[in-house]
T-cell receptor, first 112, second 114 residues
Framework: GDSVTQMEGPVTLSEEAFLTINCTYT??????LFWYVQYPGEGLQLLLK?????DKGSNKGFEATYRKETTSFHLEKGSVQVSDSAVYFC???????????FGTGTRLKVLA | DGGITQSPKYLFRKEGQNVTLSCEQN?????MYWYRQDPGQGLRLIYY???????QKGDIAEGYSVSREKKESFPLTVTSAQKNPTAFYLC?????????????FGEGSRLTVL
């Protein structure tokens, strides 16, 4: 079945450091790929998405490129801030289904 | 502002009691979902509904029940049959299922069994 695997956390970085959170997927169809962010005590918010191969999603300085050849959708940011501290979830959704498959989440902590 | 409202934010339950978590959306979305979140386990789907008066079990439906009598409302009942109900519960909705559809989440309800 479809699945999403993302790197385990926690990830601890200093402010202005470069961030990469790895995400790979397995899907039988042609999925859309998403990154969601969850701040403490809140629900999830969409951070960015990509709907087809080679698409790049971007928002708030974060980027991720849909790589079909490596089945990956790694999240990157060039310079993290303390306010980026949160849990990040990679997810996929396949055309024609109700299902959204989530990874287990990666906690990011950014130190001043 | 459009969005999803979950209530209550915090709920305490004694063992053997049923509790109902409310979820209301004013986004005019057809599909609604309930997820359970436990530390280190990501999100697990409990129930989902694509249209009014219809819903399907997700991956962990045992011990839970739902109804979808109105498009904007999708309440979740945690019954006494749920053996480990302490968790964070998230309601979500989407405009169209599957491909290219963004999920919109409420702020969650934290249930604690005493």
């Amino acid at each position: 079945g479809d699945s999403v695997t993302q790197m385990e956390g926690p990830v601890t970085l200093s402010e202005e450091a470069f961030l990469t959170i790895n995400c790979t997927y397995t899907a039988t169809g042609y999925p859309s790929l998403f990154w969601y962010v969850q701040y403490p005590g809140e629900g999830l918010q969409l951070l960015l998405k990509a709907t087809k191969a080679d698409d790049k999603g971007s928002n708030k300085g974060f980027e991720a490129t849909y790589r079909k050849e490596t089945t990956s959708f790694h999240l990157e940011k060039g310079s993290v801030q303390v306010s980026d501290s949160a849990v990040y979830f990679c997810a996929l959704s396949t055309s024609g289904t109700y299902k959204y498959i989530f990874g287990t989440g990666t906690r990011l902590k950014v130190l001043a | 502002d459009g969005g999803i409202t979950q209530s209550p934010k915090y709920l305490f339950r004694k063992e053997g009691q049923n509790v109902t978590l409310s979820c209301e959306q004013n986004l005019n979305h057809d599909a609604m979902y309930w997820y359970r979140q436990d530390p280190g386990q990501g999100l697990r789907l409990i129930y989902y509904s694509q249209i009014v008066n219809d819903f399907q079990k997700g991956d962990i439906a045992e011990g839970y029940s739902v109804s979808r009598e109105k498009k904007e409302s999708f309440p979740l009942t945690v019954t006494s049959a749920q053996k480990n109900p302490t968790a964070f519960y998230l309601c979500a909705s989407s405009a169209k299922e599957g491909f290219d559809g963004e999920l919109f989440f409420g702020e969650g309800s934290r249930l604690t069994v005493l």
